[in-house]
């Protein structure tokens, strides 16, 4: 089967599970609990410059942002699955946007959502889940991103020139298809995010040595039948190796004379595993307290950049 056929089957399998794995998340939010929502347009360049291709998404905004502008926001940067591309630049707020519309999400942690849509045609990043499902191999990233990722780097920094970001908490999440862009943004734009949580993915295990110093909590459901958990667990190994190395290579000389324990420092990744659930490993993980994740994510901080 060749790479593009394999895509093909890919995306096939990936918008049937989509269409089927519908969840108590999926639905939008009611008027009531939504907040202020703005639409996100980005043109993207073709590669002979000759024309350009218009992405669309929407960003929810937190309602206390109008009124507090000395206050600064988490961003969280979401990347969608399969089965919510298109172009009504709506699908893509099932699921977790859709949780983060809600007036208690919000009042608990008030905070900006990115949530571009990709087109029917297009991927995140381009995986051949033919070869991994069956020939046992590892996805591996382009140098370049596809065309549907260059605007969604477009549309971040769109957003943190023009809103009241907290640039020490900057988020990516994403799951399926989306999961699988997550590790390959990170990768991308390493010095960006505070966390990076990839739900029912995988990445390219070269890349590790890029994300190192970022903390990662991946997540996977133990018998997913459309996304191998092996996916995960390859990027666990890659990435916990690469951040022991970097803790290795950046510690403070010991001082023979007065040697003292090195501190203790945080696993990296956390990973979870959950039981029974599927490809829809996502609905348990977009929760808060001990179960989810969301809670971790909220408490990670980066030092700001603006400062030294």
Not at 96 to 105: D, Q
Not at 158 to 170: G, H, Q, Y
Not at 220 to 239: F, K, N, W, Y
Request: proline content about 8%; some cysteine; charged content about 20%.
């Amino acid at each position: 089967m060749t790479r593009a056929n394999s895509i093909v089957h890919f995306l096939l399998t990936l918008l049937f599970c989509g269409a089927n794995a519908v969840s108590a998340q999926s639905s939008t939010t009611t008027a009531a609990e939504a907040t202020k929502l703005t639409p996100i347009e980005i043109k993207v360049p073709s590669d002979d410059a000759l024309s350009e291709s218009l992405y669309r998404g929407l960003l929810i905004e937190p309602e206390a942002a109008s009124t507090k502008a000395e206050v600064k926001y988490p961003f969280i940067v979401f990347l969608h699955g399969a089965g919510e591309r298109g172009s009504d630049n709506k699908a893509q707020l099932k699921h977790f946007p859709a949780l983060c519309m809600r007036t208690e999400f919000q009042h608990k942690h008030a905070c900006f959502v990115l949530a571009m849509q990709c087109p029917a045609a297009e991927l995140w990043s381009p995986i051949d889940l033919e070869g991994v499902q069956k020939r046992g191999e590892l996805p591996k990233f382009d140098a370049q991103p596809t065309k549907a990722m260059r605007a969604v780097m477009l549309a971040i920094d769109e957003v943190l020139a023009s809103k009241p970001i907290d640039r020490t908490r900057v988020y990516l999440t994403g799951l399926s298809m989306g999961g699988f862009g997550s590790f390959d943004l990170a990768a991308r734009r390493p010095e960006l995010f505070a966390a990076v949580v990839p739900i029912c993915g995988g990445g390219d295990p070269t890349t590790a040595p890029k994300v190192a110093a970022i903390p990662f909590f991946i997540v996977h459901g133990d018998d997913d039948p459309i996304v191998p958990v092996a996916l995960s667990r390859a990027m666990c190994e890659a990435i916990a190796g690469a951040s022991a190395e970097l803790a290795r290579v950046t510690r403070p000389n010991a001082d023979p004379a007065n040697p003292r324990p090195l501190p203790k420092r945080a696993p990296n990744p956390m990973s979870r595993e959950y039981t029974k659930v599927g490809h829809c490993s996502w609905i348990p993980a977009y929760t808060f307290g001990s179960d989810g994740v969301l809670d971790w994510m909220f408490a990670q901080r980066k030092q700001d950049p603006t400062t030294k």
